[in-house]
């Protein structure tokens, strides 16, 4: 059956649930003076538990709780239905999530947007244990996040971030025994933003009010049609002759979508121009911050470039990489960024007329 254990959260070594090991003589536990939180683990039943406590004296009352259920347990006295239907507290659902979502090494970017969804539901529910929760709390969820002040943009999709929000709390949900509370058919509905090619003119708007850094920005997503994360990870050792590699990158913590390894045949002018930037580069990274870690910025200063430029058009580096893929097959036919991609490790972009050619799409033609 086991026993209840003490654990103790530690500010120091990762936020790390440390195991108690030593107690007064008093019996009381000698904690860390970097605890700050406090959780106490026991398996009744076969079910396992993790409760969470902001207070010492609440988790030690739980501990003699656990303690004495299985002692029961395991001398066979009945407990009331009460006791021994342990259940588990939302917060401390929430916590042990977040910890298993870190132990299977997912993307920070991703915790942290999982988070923003997560939290805004424990905020919003009045149910204490996660058991407890039923799709009319995820309903009121919705309605939650629909009264919340919505951030003012030009080109912002109000209904898809409350769409994604409800997506990624019914998988937190799933994770704790309770999936598909809410049908699909109920999710908010929104329309699908279009992402369209730039034109010529647009293109020479930007590249005529582009710094060297700028113009190497705008050569490198046109050149390469990658998407924003695979270019802020970009390393200098993945370019070979004219092929871009894109692929894992544990010592950054990264990895491409879906763990999609690729090779990329890229013009053989952003390759020079690639290798000439590495002579003077203080970083492995294509595309360093500050702080030599990967550039995670690239967005805004694309978009600081269309703002000085005068540009009453929107940008953003998904354009680009929809350009990229118009340029590489053709001014009449719109392919999807995934049909490009598979032109681009073939390595035979689709040819065209010399009369619908133009020098700015032979400068993007692969070489």
């Known amino acids: 059956m086991g026993e209840a254990t003490l654990y103790q959260r530690l500010r120091t070594g990762g936020y790390r649930w440390k195991k108690v090991t030593e107690w007064f003589k008093n019996g009381q536990p000698k904690i860390d003076p970097e605890a700050y939180r406090f959780g106490v683990r026991f398996s009744v039943k076969g079910e396992r538990y993790f409760d969470t406590f902001h207070k010492l004296d609440e988790a030690i009352t739980r501990l003699k709780q656990a303690g004495a259920m299985l002692h029961a347990a395991e001398v066979g006295l009945a407990l009331p239905e ?4 342990c259940k588990t507290k939302l917060a401390s659902a ?3 999530y977040f910890e298993n979502c870190a132990n299977r090494k997912l993307d920070p970017k991703t915790i942290r947007t999982y988070h923003i969804a997560v939290d805004g539901f424990v905020r919003s529910c009045k149910k204490q244990y996660a058991e407890d929760i039923e799709k009319q709390d995820v309903l009121d969820y919705m309605g939650w996040l629909w009264r919340q002040p919505m951030p003012v943009r030009k080109h912002s999709n109000p209904e898809r971030t409350v769409f994604n929000k409800v997506g990624h709390l019914a998988i937190f949900l799933k994770a704790n025994g309770k999936p598909h509370l809410l049908p699909t058919t109920e999710y908010p509905q929104y329309e699908e933003k279009m992402v369209t090619a730039h034109d010529e003119d647009e293109l020479a708007l930007l590249y005529a009010h582009a710094d060297v850094e700028e113009r190497f920005l705008l050569d490198y997503f046109l050149g390469s049609g990658v ?5 802020a990870h970009a390393e200098f050792s993945d370019v070979k002759g004219n092929t871009l590699e894109i692929m894992r990158k544990p010592h950054l913590n990264w ?7 690729r090779k990329i045949t890229i013009p053989k002018s952003l390759a020079d121009a690639i290798r000439e930037r590495e002579k003077t580069a203080t970083s492995s990274l294509i595309f360093p911050n500050g702080d030599s870690k990967p550039n995670q910025h690239l967005l805004r200063q694309l978009q600081g470039l269309a703002k000085r430029a005068g540009a009453k058009f929107h940008t953003e580096l998904h354009k680009l990489r929809k350009t990229c893929a ?4 053709g001014p009449n036919r719109v392919p999807s960024c995934r049909h490009a991609a598979q032109v681009r490790c073939r390595g035979r972009p689709r040819e065209s007329s010399p009369q619908s050619a133009s020098p700015l799409r032979a400068s993007i033609a692969p070489r």
């Open 82 to 85: 009460q006791e021994t239907k």
């Open 255 to 261: 990895k491409p979508k879906k763990h999609h390894r």
């Open 326 to 329: 118009t340029l590489r097959c």
């Open 227 to 231: 998407r924003d994360g695979d270019a």
């Open 94 to 96: 929430v916590e042990l």
